[in-house]
């Protein structure tokens, strides 16, 4: 079944609510999401609040986390956890442990891993046995901390970056053995040369692949609020991340998507989400999407990015949103499709788009792939011809591996008959 949900952002304190947790609260704004007819909403945990000290992953704050787990279970609501935040809405929380005096790199130092491993093992072990809870994510957007234009980055090499990955999700999967465990990147992963955090990372490691689609990027301001580039941009980035996955059908969870203002006005957050929707539900193998973000903050909170203050399907005091109506018809609809008919599932994308970014492993030019970029460029131009481009790397296509017989079982299994490659599109 395809999931719809939300990332939760409390009404009372945005995630600063940890600090004075108000279990009602929480109530009535879950109240108010599962109205919506939402399935499951993604939580976050403020790390330095939850493991202050290395040595001391406090158990009130945990035992807060499943409350609130259980408070989603007790509405229908799946949940699924962020663990190391990390990052959020443009403001970063990092344990004392970790900065200034008691500096040590987030990635590579022995002693901050094996806080880590115990933080994402503790929280996952509290919800194992929750049937309403869907795994972890390692940690929000985390791979921004590697690297510029972060200020102050803690710096590693993909191989590093590789490893710190594998130990984290083993950590989760010690916790709560057989839950849907992943981890999740910015687009720097997808766009950005030279980013220690790579495609093949995203679309190998953990039980699917999570993208985060934001056309504030450049997107909407090159290409225009109801640009082509820009309603399909959730779909691209869908499509793209299958270039690296070795399992043709390995799920996509579009885990962070929303309408950001200026750029997609409050009077066009409706059709662009529609829109938005529509692009991505035509894409095979979709786990779900999950709307950023539930509330919008309040503002009397300071300091926040303009256009973190009014994301929210619902504002602050809990009213609807046309995109939070929007939202709820599509689900509305696509629950009413599955009584009694057969689930809808989108075609094979037949024709696919040929990536060269240097290398599947490091990808050294996946700028390519950025907005403005030459294939960004090129799978913009078929899709608004008609075309439904999927995305295969050059690397593996039948004549560049050393095993053709496995290129070509690939693209049969993703339904890929024909390839064309940016050069070619006009």
């Known amino acids: 079944m395809l999931r719809f949900g939300v990332n939760y952002t409390p009404t009372r304190g945005w995630f600063h609510h940890w600090l004075d947790f108000d279990l009602d609260e929480v109530r009535a704004d879950l ?22 000290n290395r040595s001391l992953i406090r158990p009130r704050a945990v035992e807060q986390l499943v409350s609130l787990a259980d408070a989603a279970g007790e509405r229908g609501l799946d949940v699924a956890v962020d663990g190391l935040q990390g ?22 130092d022995p002693e901050v891993i094996a ?30 901390f590697s690297d510029a234009p972060h200020p102050d980055p803690d710096r590693i090499t993909p191989e590093q970056a590789g490893r710190w990955l594998e130990r984290m999700l083993a950590a989760c999967e010690a916790g709560a053995p057989g839950r849907f465990h992943l981890h999740a990147e910015y687009d720097a992963s997808w766009y950005r040369d030279g980013h220690p955090f790579t495609p093949a ?33 959730a779909a691209y980035l869908i499509e793209l991340s299958k270039a690296w996955a070795v399992d043709p059908r390995r799920p996509v969870w579009l885990q962070e998507v929303g309408a950001p203002a200026p750029y997609i006005g409050p009077g066009h957050a409706a059709s662009f989400t529609a829109a938005t929707v529509a692009n991505a539900l035509d894409c095979p193998d979709l786990w ?8 919008d903050v309040a503002r009397e909170l300071a300091d926040f990015p303009e256009l973190e203050y009014g994301l929210g399907l619902l504002t602050n005091d809990r009213r609807v949103k046309p995109a939070g109506e929007t939202i709820a018809r599509i689900v509305a609809d696509r629950r009413g ?13 037949r024709t696919a788009l040929v990536l060269d970014v240097g290398g599947a492993e490091a990808a050294p030019r996946r700028s390519v792939c950025a907005p403005g970029g ?24 039948p004549g560049s591996t050393s095993d053709g017989e496995a290129g070509r079982a690939h693209l049969a299994a993703r339904g890929i008959t024909e390839l064309i490659t940016p050069a070619e599109v006009r």
Request: glycine share 10%; aromatic share 12%.
């Open 337 to 349: 499709a599955g009584a009694g008919r057969p689930e809808h599932r989108p075609a094979p994308r």
């Open 115 to 144: 806080g880590q491993e115990e933080y994402l093992r503790t929280l996952a072990a509290a919800l194992a046995d929750r049937p309403h809870f869907l795994g972890m994510t390692v940690g929000n957007e985390i791979g921004q």
């Open 288 to 295: 779900g999407i999950t709307w950023w973000c539930s509330h």
């Open 31 to 52: 109240d108010s999401v599962a109205a919506l007819g939402l399935d499951h909403i993604r939580v976050f945990p403020l790390w330095p609040l939850f493991q202050p």
């Open 201 to 233: 990372h995203a679309a190998r490691l953990g039980a699917a692949t999570a993208v985060h689609s934001w056309v504030f990027n450049g997107t909407a301001q090159r290409y225009g609020r109801t640009g082509t580039a820009t309603e399909h941009h």
């Open 87 to 108: 990052h959020l809405s443009g403001f970063d929380f990092l344990p004392a442990w970790t900065r200034t005096w008691h500096r040590r790199n987030l990635f590579s």
């Open 374 to 397: 030459e294939f960004f460029e090129a799978w913009a131009r078929l899709t608004a011809d008609g075309v439904r481009p999927a995305v295969v790397l050059a690397d593996h296509l």
